[in-house]
């Protein structure tokens, strides 16, 4: 199946900066990739979809300045977390749509310690 | 609006043994229903959907799922378990009329022993 692959895959920093994770799909192009985030014992939630070449939709509750999401190219989205607190620390997960629909394919997620 | 409950966070069992990892779904609205699975240091992969006929729906690997209205529930099952079945399990929901959206929920750790 297709491959969706983020970097980094763990990452750790210090609070007030600000941290970029990369999503990338490697063998196909996607013109709709999500970010979700997932607290420990809690479920997977969307924070924002991602439409090559406009600005990402936010789910309610999700502060856009915050979570900064840029979708440039067909292959790539990145979600930059800025001034990043300790509450931000969690499990960031990407998926990718294939162009035109259909499955959704995952990365395997990038872990972020907020210290 | 949806909501999933997978009520046991973890489940283990011994090879070869039955499993069922519990789901229940609510949605105002008709839903299609996914089960995710996810092994050390990989992504989610689909491993079976319920989107319309048959309510009894299967994957390649012996696992099915079959999606019960009356009691909003979409369990999955395996009659004989491998060692290479442990992983996390996630049970998700989307609304029909916006399959971007998907409503996870909290996952079941599988743990397989010898």
């Known amino acids: 199946g297709a491959v969706v692959s983020q970097h980094p895959s763990w990452v750790i920093c210090k609070s007030g900066t600000s941290v970029k994770i990369e999503c990338r799909s490697l063998?196909?192009?996607?013109?709709?990739m999500f970010w979700y985030r997932q607290f420990p014992k809690q479920s997977l939630m969307l924070m924002a979809t991602?439409?090559?070449?406009?600005?990402?939709?936010?789910e309610q509750g999700v502060e856009k300045d915050k979570f900064l999401i840029n979708h440039a190219s067909l292959t790539l989205s990145t979600l930059t977390v800025t001034s990043a607190h300790p509450e931000d620390s969690s499990f960031y997960i990407c998926?990718?749509?294939?162009?035109?629909?259909?499955?959704?394919?995952f990365g395997e997620g990038s872990r972020l310690t907020v210290l | 609006a949806q909501s999933v409950t997978q009520l046991d966070s973890q489940v283990p069992v011994f090879e070869e043994a039955p499993v069922e990892l519990r789901c229940n779904y609510s949605?105002?609205?008709?839903?299609?229903l996914f089960w995710y699975v996810q092994y050390p240091n990989q992504g989610l992969q689909l491993l079976l959907k319920?989107?319309?006929?048959?309510?009894l729906v299967e994957s390649i690997n012996g696992f099915e799922a079959e999606f019960n209205k009356s009691q909003t529930s979409f369990h999955l099952r395996k009659p004989s378990v491998h060692i290479s079945d442990t992983a996390e399990y996630f049970c998700?929901?989307?609304?029909?009329?916006?399959?971007?959206?998907?409503?996870f929920g909290t996952g079941t750790r599988l743990q397989v022993f010898p």
């Open positions: 063998d196909f192009q996607a013109t709709t």
């Open positions: 998926s990718a749509r294939l162009a035109g629909g259909g499955e959704l394919f």
């Open positions: 998700a929901v989307s609304d029909r009329r916006n399959t971007d959206k998907l409503i």
């Open positions: 319920y989107l319309s006929g048959s309510t």
């Open positions: 949605s105002s609205v008709s839903v299609y």
């Open positions: 991602s439409n090559e070449g406009s600005k990402a939709t936010y």
